[in-house]
């Protein structure tokens, strides 16, 4: 019974492991999204783009791709907290197993 217990705990040292790198992933995720939302609102502001008037379409193109950056982000969020969701289900049945030791 001890083995299985320590085998247990080493499953759960492992998952928290991997719980730890997916929250700075998603920390990192974050900021980089809220960074993405302060730019557009100064990318939407007309007079910052003062020696940039000649280029036809700039003021769209620079903000259709931050926005692109940001959706692309929101969905690899999205992916981090499915991942997050498989830790709590697979913590939760460890510690199910273990209870029934």
Sequence with gaps: MLKKLQQKYARVKD????????QSQLL???GNAASIIT??????MDKNYDA????????ET??????ETLEM???SMTEL?????????SLDKIAKD????
């Excluded at 998952?15 to 997916?22: N, S």
């Design 28 to 30: 990192s995720q974050f």
């Design 98 to 101: 273990a209870d029934q030791l």
């Design 73 to 75: 982000i929101f969905i």
């Design 81 to 89: 907290m499915k991942e997050f969701q498989r830790i709590v289900l």
């Design 39 to 44: 730019r557009l609102q100064v990318l939407n």
């Design 52 to 59: 940039l008037e000649v280029l036809p379409g700039i003021k």
């Design 15 to 22: 998952v928290m492991v991997r719980r730890d790198e997916l």
């Design 62 to 67: 620079l903000l259709g791709k931050q926005i």
